[in-house]
């Protein structure tokens, strides 16, 4: 199976297309260098190209604080980005899985959150990858929807590596 990678320069983007390619597929991994996902044309263009069965869209705005104060461009990679991948994928009869996030829920809750249940964003991050998850719904239906909570892998940067390295310079942390 030939599968497309957005964001293949991040941290999530990089392990998909490393485990890809474990298993046995071709992983065809771009990044804002190869293909701007706020461009639908740049999006057209290099993902008919590729030709692919099947795309895993990883590349996102993922500063959730920043977001806040940039409400625009975070909405421009999050949403409209997606909405262009998501029209692509409809055209070529594709299948897309978007990777999203528990963002869009409200925080408040005693269980575990269910797919179906209310998406109610309480901040920009949250309420543009809401409208990423609203432009696949509205545009596909060969479509896969993960919301996770936090990535960490080998490349790039995370909590885990962060805490690590805390540890070696102090003896005590309080997170």
Same mark, same amino acid.
């Given at each position: 199976?030939?599968?497309?990678?957005?964001?293949?320069?991040?941290?999530?983007?990089?392990?998909?297309?490393?485990?890809?390619?474990?298993?046995?597929?071709?992983?065809?991994?771009?990044?804002?260098?190869?293909?701007?996902?706020?461009?639908?044309g740049?999006?057209?263009?290099?993902?008919? !190209?590729?030709? /692919?069965?099947?795309?895993?869209?990883?590349?996102? *705005?993922?500063?959730?604080? &920043?977001? $806040?104060d =940039? @409400?625009?461009?975070?909405?421009?990679?999050?949403?409209?980005?997606t909405?262009n991948i998501?029209?692509?994928?409809?055209?070529?009869?594709?299948?897309?899985?978007?990777?999203?996030?528990?963002?869009?829920?409200?925080?408040?809750?005693?269980?575990p959150?269910e797919?179906?249940? !209310?998406?109610? /964003?309480?901040?920009v991050y949250?309420?543009?990858? *809401?409208?990423g998850?609203? &432009?696949i $719904?509205? =545009? @596909?239906?060969?479509y896969f929807?993960v919301?996770?909570?936090?990535?960490?892998?080998?490349?790039?940067?995370n909590f885990?590596?962060t805490?690590?390295n805390?540890?070696k310079?102090?003896?005590?942390?309080?997170?």
């Open positions: 199976m030939k599968v497309f990678v957005t964001g293949v320069k991040g941290q999530l983007g990089h392990d998909v297309v490393d485990e890809l390619e474990k298993r046995g597929h071709e992983a065809i991994g771009v990044d804002i260098d190869e293909m701007d996902i706020t461009d639908a740049s999006v057209d263009r290099v993902i008919r !190209e590729a030709s /692919p069965d099947a795309v895993i869209h990883c590349a996102a *705005y993922t500063a959730v604080d &920043a977001a $806040e =940039n @409400l625009e461009l975070c909405r421009r990679v999050n949403a409209y980005g909405e998501a029209r692509v994928c409809r055209d070529l009869d594709i299948k897309m899985m978007y990777i999203s996030t528990d963002y869009v829920f409200n925080g408040q809750g005693i269980r959150w797919p179906d249940d !209310e998406r109610e /964003p309480l901040n949250g309420l543009t990858k *809401y409208e998850e609203l &432009a $719904e509205q =545009n @596909l239906t060969k929807t919301r996770i909570a936090w990535v960490f892998g080998v490349n790039g940067k885990i590596k805490m690590l805390l540890g310079t102090h003896d005590k942390l309080t997170v």
